[in-house]
């Protein structure tokens, strides 16, 4: 039988030899990992290697303010030196970045690719499903679920609400922004520079005799839906209906989409806005978990945004 060698690795004084044949690679570590991770469930083997550099995303993605070295060893109970190595093989990859002056790690560019090639607006939709289905039975009105594009909020799913008077709302069907309360959430969290731009360079065309049509009232508007973590559509897009909003979060804590209810005003009562939101906020905090959000429902404590 004939190898190839492939190089030498010294630990603990010991030189151990990296052989292969034809494709297989006859490491002594890589199948002590196979050994010491084989599931007893009968699933098969776990390298436990992998499962170890997996485990350290995990720590890393949830502490916002990043991680040093020594808390992740401590976490993940790996001596310093494994820990180093698996840190350091890491960020070579992409998958971490270590923040030069405070050395702690956060999670690097190629995770954020790899989320965003991943969802796609139907899963999107999917993962939002159960959660509009509960706010439309809580409520009793339509819910939706939307995301911006082009400056405008395209409804991506919805749910009929039971009462006797239901909304005809499309789905894929453009709404402005400006005058809609999962629009003014979506704004709401666009970066500044592009919000800038709305603001200034946007048409607010008049809906309604209360649709905001002035860039800095809709800049004032925007900055009391951040404070509040929800917004309201009072008759604003079509007379006789009231809307609110809530933002959902991915797991790095940007606005992916907004979630909402419409209803009419004899229903959505100014009375029953305060009870509403909290549902429409709880609902896209829920859903915001879902997606891996580990902040609070006011964008506190998740791992930030990438700029």
Not at 96 to 102: C, I, M, P, V
Not at 179 to 197: D, R
Not at 210 to 228: C, D, F, M, S
């Amino acid at each position: 039988m004939r190898y190839i060698s492939h190089g030498l690795r010294r630990e603990g004084g010991d030189t151990k030899m990296l052989r292969t044949k034809g494709r297989e690679m006859h490491d002594p570590m890589l199948k002590q990992d196979l050994l010491k991770g084989r599931d007893q469930t009968s699933r098969g083997p776990i390298i436990q290697s992998l499962q170890r550099g997996l485990g350290i995303l995990e720590i890393v993605a949830k502490n916002g303010r990043g991680v040093t070295m020594a808390e992740v060893s401590r976490e993940i109970g790996l001596h310093t030196s494994t820990t180093f190595h698996l840190l350091r093989t890491l960020a070579t990859l992409g998958y971490l970045a270590q923040d030069e002056s405070s050395k702690r790690y956060h999670l690097g560019s190629k995770v954020f690719h790899l989320a965003a090639s991943a969802w796609t607006e139907v899963q999107l939709s999917k993962a939002a499903k159960p959660f509009l289905a509960e706010m439309a039975h809580q409520t009793g009105e339509t819910s939706h679920l939307a995301i911006l594009e082009r400056g405008e909020a395209i409804v991506i799913d919805k749910i009929d609400g039971g009462g006797p008077v239901r909304l005809t709302e499309r789905v894929g069907y453009p709404r402005p922004a400006h005058a809609t309360a999962i629009g003014k959430v979506l704004l709401t969290h666009l970066p500044e520079a592009e919000k800038k731009t709305f603001l200034q360079t946007g048409e607010f065309r008049p809906l309604t005799p209360k649709t905001i049509t002035a860039g800095p009232i809709l800049a004032q508007e925007l900055e009391r839906v951040r404070r509040q973590g929800y917004a309201f559509d009072d008759e604003e897009f079509a007379q006789g209906i009231r809307c609110l909003a809530a933002p959902v979060r991915n797991f790095t804590g940007h606005v992916v989409a907004a979630i909402g209810i419409s209803g009419p005003v004899w229903r959505v009562s100014l009375d029953r806005v305060a009870e509403l939101t909290e549902v429409v906020k709880s609902m896209g905090h829920q859903l915001s978990q879902q997606l891996g959000y580990s902040g609070d429902a006011e964008g506190n404590g998740g791992q930030p945004s990438k700029p």
